[in-house]
């Protein structure tokens, strides 16, 4: 079975700084897609990033990108210009095309300090 | 589009009872997703329907939890009987092909059996 870690529990970044949150992953396959999620303290989850295993270009949308390095099989999520609403838990997830699954990792708690 | 539409927000019930879940998936998706969080066990995927067909079901945890999805704009989750530890917060997430594709979440419904 696939697992996600995400090493980080909880960090914090001043606002206007840079942070980037770590993800490992655990696969024997070669077709997958990694995703990040955000879940802010009003719980709705909401997609920040998806990445396709096969493409070599790193996902990038407005202030975050991803630095995803495939045979380390670690999805880092960078988050430049942190603002106050970027205050979330951010959840790792792993696509798995046999298993027809996503897995989440346990989630980093990031709070950005004014 | 509205998004995917969950209800209720929330619901309190006693041990027992039985407890109903809808959702409605954002028009145009074919993919229906239910899944579960708690602190214990973060985010669990439930069951999986694709055209309305359940695919997976591996993840509910036991005979007291159904799902329907009678049409493709609605689903029900349903417990009966319900118990302490189903107490959690269920998402349901909706796809345009598959999982593979970004799952957009509905609110949550967070539920609380005494």
């Known amino acids: 079975a696939q697992t996600v870690t995400q090493s980080q529990p909880e960090m914090s970044v001043q606002e206007a700084e840079t942070v980037t949150l770590s993800c490992t992953y655990d696969t024997s396959e070669s077709n997958y897609y990694l995703f990040w999620y955000k879940q802010p303290p009003s719980r709705q989850m909401i997609l920040v990033i998806r990445?396709?295993?096969?493409?070599?270009q790193n996902a990038t949308e407005n202030r975050f990108s991803v630095n995803f390095q495939k045979a380390a099989k670690s999805f880092s999520l960078k988050i430049s210009d942190s603002q106050l609403g970027d205050t979330a838990m951010y959840f790792c997830a792993y696509y798995s095309g046999s298993a027809r699954q996503l897995t989440f990792g346990s989630g980093t708690q990031l709070t950005v300090l004014p | 589009d509205a998004g995917v539409i969950q209800s209720p927000r929330h619901e309190v019930t006693e041990m027992g009872q039985e407890v109903t879940l809808r959702c409605k998936p954002i028009?145009?998706?074919?993919?229906l997703f239910w899944y579960r969080q708690t602190m214990m066990r973060g985010l669990e995927l439930l069951i999986y329907f694709n055209n309305n067909v359940p695919i997976d079901d591996s993840g509910m945890p036991e005979d007291r939890f159904s799902a329907k999805m009678p049409n493709a704009s609605f689903s029900t989750l349903k417990i009966q009987p319900s118990e302490p530890r189903d107490s959690a917060v269920y998402f349901c997430?909706?796809?345009?092909?598959?999982?593979?594709?970004?799952?957009?979440f509905g609110p949550g419904t967070r539920l609380t059996v005494l």
């Open positions: 997430a909706s796809s345009h092909s598959g999982g593979a594709d970004t799952q957009y």
């Open positions: 028009s145009g998706h074919n993919s």
């Open positions: 990445q396709e295993a096969y493409k070599q």
